[in-house]
C-alpha cells in the first residue's frame, strides 16, 4: 500500500501569502516554478513550519508572521486505498520482474529493488518504477483539474493544520510520527544555501559524512572531540585544567607537607578528630535539612498546582454541563420548529428543486392561460346575456306599446271611416232615387263604393304581416342562440380549469406539495419555507458540530488536567489519600521534622564552632588545616574528573560501536547508492565514495585514483553531498515515509550535463519517495522533465 502522500497546501497566512492553496502534488515528482520573490522559500518555510512549529523570532531572522495576524494553514495528505499495479496492458509482474525492471536504472542493484519491494510488495513494480495512470494525473494536473489520485483509485485526505506552536499540530499526528524535526531539517529539507556552505566551511568531509549518517554533526568530528578531551586528562602541561596526571602530583606534595604538620598538632589529636567527626555529622544534617526545605518546596509547589488544577477540573466540568444544556436546548428548539410538512422538500437536491419549480411555472402558465380563457368566456356571455335581455326589455316597453297603440288606431280608422261614408252615401243615394238625381245617385254610391274600399283597405293593412317586428323576432333569437353558445363556451372553459385544478394538485402532491392543496403560489412558498428550513438545518448542524467541537475539546482539557492531578497525586501521595487536607497533613508532618532538625544541627554548630575556635588559637597550625582543605579538594577534584574521564571513556566506545555498526549496516548501502549517484551526476567523472579506516570520506574517480573531499570542485562537492542525501533517503525507508522531501533550487550550480545526471538521480528519489522541488530556472523544469515524463508541474 502506498504511503499517504502530500496532496495540497493551504495556505492561510504565512509571510506574503494568504489564502493561497498550493497543488495538487503527486506521489512521486513535483517542481514548483516561480519567478523570483514568488515565495518558493516561504513555501518551503511553510511546510516545515505547520509539520514541526513555526520559528521564533530570533534577532533579524525573518520568521514569516504576518503584521497583525497568526501564521495559519493546512497541509492535505491523499491515504490511497488501492495498492500499486502493473499496467493493465502489460500485466501484473512478479517480484523478479520488478527487480529487472527497475535495474534498467541500476543493473544488478537488488538493493534498490529491495527497498521498492519492501515499500509497495513484490510484484508491484510497473516499468520504470512509474505508478499506473501517472500520465493521465499529470495531464490532470496541468489542465488545472483537483483530482490527483487518478492511478489510486479513490482516496481518504486527512488535514494536518497549524495555528500557533502552543496548540500543537492538529489532525492525524501519526503521519509524522515516524521523524522528528532534527532528522527533517537534516534529511528532508535540501536547500540551495546549505550546498552553497560548503565553500565556506573549514571541515568539509565532516559536513559530508553528516550527509551520509543522516545526524546534525559529523559521527568521525564527535569522536575526534572525544579524543581531544581525554588527551587532556591525561596531560602534564600546565595548561591543561582537568589533567589527572598533574592533580595526582600536587596530591603528592600536600600529603608530604601534610606529614610534617601532623607531627606538629599531635597535641590536638583528639579536639582535630572529634571536629573531623563533626564535620560529616554536620554535613549529614545540612543534607537532611536541604532535603527536607526541598520536599517541603516541592509539596507546597504541587499543593499548589493541585489547588489550580482543581479549580480548573471544577471550572470545565460546569463549562462541559453547561455545553451539554446549551446542546440539549438547541435539540429542543429545533424539535419545537421542525415542520414534518417541510421533511419531503427539505431533502431535495438542488436539481430536483429546480425541476418542480420549473413544473410549478409551466403548471402557473396553464393556469393563467385556463383564468384567461374562463374570462374571457365570462365576459363574452355576460355581453351576450346583456344584449338578449336589452331586447327583450325594449319589445316589452316601447315596441309592445307602439304596436298596440298603431293596432288600436288601425281598427278605429278602419271601422270608423267605412261607417262615415257608408252613412254619408246611403243616404245621398236614397236621397238621389228619391229625387231622382243623378248626381247625388252616384255620389252616394261613390261614398258607398269608397267605404267598401277604405274597409277592405284597412282589412288588408290590418292582417298584413309587420317586417319591422319579423326584424325584431329574428334579432331577439339571434341574440339568444348567441347566449346560449356563450353560456356553452363559459361551461367548457369553467371544466377545464377544473380538471386543470384537479390535474395540478394530483401533480403537487406526488411532488410531496400535498399541503399546499393544489395551490401554486401555496407550492412555491412552500418551497422557500423548505429551502429556508435547510438554511436552518445547516445552521443547526453547525452550531450543533461547534459546540460538540468545544465540548470535545474541553472534555479532553479536563481528562488532561485529571491525568496531571493523579500524576502529582501519586507523586507526592502513592499510597495515601489523594486530597489536600492528606497534603496538608504531610507538610505539617515535614516541618515538625525540620524543626526537629533545626534543633540538632544548632547544637551541632554550637560544637562545631567551639572545636573550631580552639583549633584556630593553635596559630602555628594554621597551614595544616589550609593543607588539609587543599588536599580535600584535590581529591574531590580528582573523583570528579575521574567519573567524567570514565564517561567520556564510555561515550567514546559507545560512539565507536555506533559507527562501526552503522558501517557494517547501513554505510555499504548508503555508499554504493551514493557511488552509482554520484556516477550518475558526474557521467562516470568520480565512481565511487566510501569511508576510511580512519573514519574520513574519500572519493575515487574513473580511473581509481583516491581523492579527498577538500581536493573537489564546489560543483562536485554539491554533487557528493546531494547523492549522500539521495542514497540515505533512499535506504531509510522506516523514517518519514509520508513527509515530502522539499529541495529549493539546489541543481543551480550545476552545468547542464551534470544538472540532466542530478535530475535523473532525483526522479529515481521521486519512485521511493515524494519529492517537491522549488525553482526559477525554467531549464531546471525541463531538465527534470526529461528525467521524468511523469514530472508534476506546479506554478506559483
Not at 572529634?274 to 517541603?296: G, S
Not at 544541627?601 to 567551639?610: F, K, Q
Request: glycine share 6%; proline share 3%.
Amino acid at each position: 500500500m502506498r504511503p499517504p502522500f502530500l496532496e495540497r497546501i493551504n495556505i492561510v497566512s504565512f509571510g506574503a501569502f494568504s489564502g493561497k492553496v498550493v497543488g495538487p502534488f503527486t506521489p512521486n515528482l513535483n517542481v514548483v516554478f516561480g519567478r523570483n520573490e514568488a515565495g518558493k522559500t516561504t513555501l518551503a518555510s511553510f511546510v516545515g513550519g505547520v509539520l514541526f512549529g513555526w520559528e521564533d523570532a530570533r534577532g533579524s531572522r525573518n520568521t514569516y508572521k504576518p503584521t497583525n495576524a497568526e501564521r495559519a494553514g493546512s497541509l492535505f495528505f491523499a491515504v490511497p486505498r488501492a495498492e500499486y499495479r502493473a499496467d493493465e496492458n502489460r500485466g501484473t509482474r512478479s517480484g523478479r520482474d520488478a527487480g529487472e525492471n527497475c535495474g534498467a536504472h541500476d543493473r544488478g542493484d537488488a538493493g534498490e529493488n529491495r527497498i521498492v519491494r519492501e515499500r509497495y510488495g513484490a510484484g508491484a513494480i510497473p516499468d520504470a518504477a512509474e505508478p499506473v495512470g501517472m500520465g493521465e494525473q499529470r495531464g490532470a494536473s496541468e489542465g488545472g483539474g483537483n483530482e490527483v489520485l487518478g492511478e489510486f483509485g479513490e482516496a481518504d485526505e486527512i488535514e494536518l493544520t497549524r495555528v500557533r506552536n502552543v496548540d500543537g499540530l492538529q489532525g492525524d499526528t501519526t503521519l509524522v510520527a515516524d521523524i522528528d524535526k532534527e532528522t527533517f531539517q537534516t534529511m528532508f529539507a535540501l536547500t540551495s544555501d546549505e550546498l552553497r556552505s560548503l565553500r565556506n566551511t573549514t571541515d568539509m568531509t565532516a559536513k559530508l559524512l553528516t550527509a551520509g549518517s543522516g545526524t546534525g554533526a559529523s559521527p568521525a568530528h564527535a569522536l575526534a572531540k572525544i579524543d581531544e578531551l581525554l588527551a587532556g586528562y591525561t596531560s602534564r602541561s600546565a595548561g591543561a585544567v582537568r589533567s589527572l596526571v598533574r592533580l595526582e602530583a600536587e596530591q603528592d606534595e600536600l600529603r608530604a607537607r601534610l606529614a610534617v604538620a601532623f607531627e606538629e598538632a599531635e597535641r590536638f589529636k583528639r579536639e582535630d578528630k572529634e571536629f573531623r567527626d563533626l564535620a560529616p555529622q554536620r554535613d549529614e544534617m545540612m543534607a537532611r535539612l536541604d532535603a527536607l526545605n526541598t520536599d517541603i518546596e516541592a509539596l507546597s509547589a504541587h499543593r499548589a498546582q493541585v489547588k489550580k488544577l482543581n479549580d480548573e477540573i471544577a471550572e470545565a466540568r460546569e463549562r462541559v454541563a453547561a455545553l451539554v444544556a446549551e446542546e440539549e436546548q438547541l435539540a429542543i428548539t429545533r424539535r419545537d420548529q421542525h415542520d414534518d410538512d417541510l421533511v419531503p422538500l427539505m431533502h431535495l437536491a438542488a436539481g430536483d428543486e429546480r425541476a418542480l419549480r420549473d413544473r410549478l411555472d409551466a403548471l402557473a402558465s396553464e393556469e393563467a392561460k385556463c383564468e384567461h380563457a374562463v374570462d374571457l368566456a365570462q365576459d363574452n356571455f355576460a355581453t351576450s346575456k346583456a344584449a338578449f335581455e336589452a331586447l327583450l326589455e325594449a319589445e316589452d316597453a316601447e315596441d309592445a306599446e307602439g304596436r298596440a297603440r298603431q293596432r288600436h288606431v288601425q281598427v278605429a280608422l278602419s271601422i270608423l271611416l267605412p261607417l262615415v261614408f257608408m252613412v254619408a252615401g246611403v243616404p245621398l243615394f236614397i236621397h238621389g232615387r228619391e229625387i231622382a238625381s243623378l248626381s247625388f245617385t252616384a255620389l252616394g254610391v261613390g261614398l258607398v263604393v269608397f267605404a267598401v274600399v277604405v274597409t277592405l283597405a284597412a282589412l288588408v293593412m290590418l292582417f298584413r304581416p309587420d317586417k319591422a317586428a319579423d326584424a325584431k323576432e329574428a334579432r331577439k333569437q339571434d341574440a339568444h342562440w348567441i347566449m346560449l353558445q356563450d353560456k356553452k363556451k363559459l361551461e367548457a372553459c369553467l371544466q377545464n380549469r377544473a380538471a386543470f385544478q384537479e390535474r395540478a394538485r394530483t401533480q403537487l402532491d406526488a411532488a410531496g406539495l400535498g399541503p399546499a392543496l393544489g395551490s401554486l403560489r401555496q407550492s412555491r412558498a412552500l418551497l422557500d419555507e423548505a429551502r429556508e428550513a435547510r438554511a436552518e438545518e445547516r445552521l443547526f448542524r453547525q452550531r450543533q458540530q461547534a459546540l460538540v467541537s468545544r465540548r470535545i475539546a474541553l472534555e479532553d482539557s479536563l481528562d488532561k488536567a485529571e491525568r496531571q492531578r493523579d500524576d502529582l497525586f501519586e507523586h507526592m501521595l502513592p499510597h495515601g489519600e489523594r486530597t489536600l487536607d492528606a497534603i496538608d497533613a504531610l507538610l505539617a508532618q515535614k516541618a515538625r521534622q525540620r524543626s526537629g532538625l533545626l534543633e540538632a544541627s544548632e547544637a551541632l554548630n554550637r560544637r562545631y564552632g567551639e572545636l573550631k575556635q580552639e583549633l584556630a588559637q593553635a596559630v602555628h597550625l594554621r597551614d595544616f588545616d589550609e593543607l588539609k582543605l587543599r588536599y580535600e579538594q584535590a581529591c574531590t577534584q580528582q573523583e570528579e574528573y575521574a567519573r567524567e574521564y570514565a564517561r567520556l571513556l564510555l561515550a567514546k566506545r559507545m560512539l565507536e560501536s555506533a559507527i562501526a555498526a552503522w558501517e557494517s549496516k547501513s554505510q555499504p548501502e548508503v555508499y554504493r547508492q551514493a557511488s552509482r549517484l554520484l556516477a550518475l551526476m558526474t557521467d562516470g567523472r568520480w565512481a565511487k565514495v566510501s569511508m576510511t579506516e580512519e573514519g574520513r570520506l574519500r572519493v575515487i574517480d574513473a580511473v581509481k585514483n583516491a581523492h579527498d573531499p577538500l581536493h573537489l570542485s564546489l560543483g562536485t562537492c554539491q554533487q557528493l553531498y546531494l547523492a549522500l542525501r539521495i542514497a540515505l533517503l533512499m535506504t531509510a525507508d522506516n523514517v518519514g515515509r509520508s513527509v515530502p522531501i522539499l529541495a529549493d533550487d539546489i541543481l543551480v550550480n550545476f552545468d547542464s550535463v551534470r544538472r540532466a545526471g542530478a535530475a535523473q538521480a532525483i526522479a529515481e528519489l521521486a519512485r521511493v519517495r515524494q519529492v517537491v522541488l522549488l525553482t526559477c530556472h525554467e531549464e531546471i523544469v525541463e531538465a527534470l522533465r526529461e528525467a521524468d515524463p511523469t514530472l508534476n508541474e506546479v506554478r506559483l
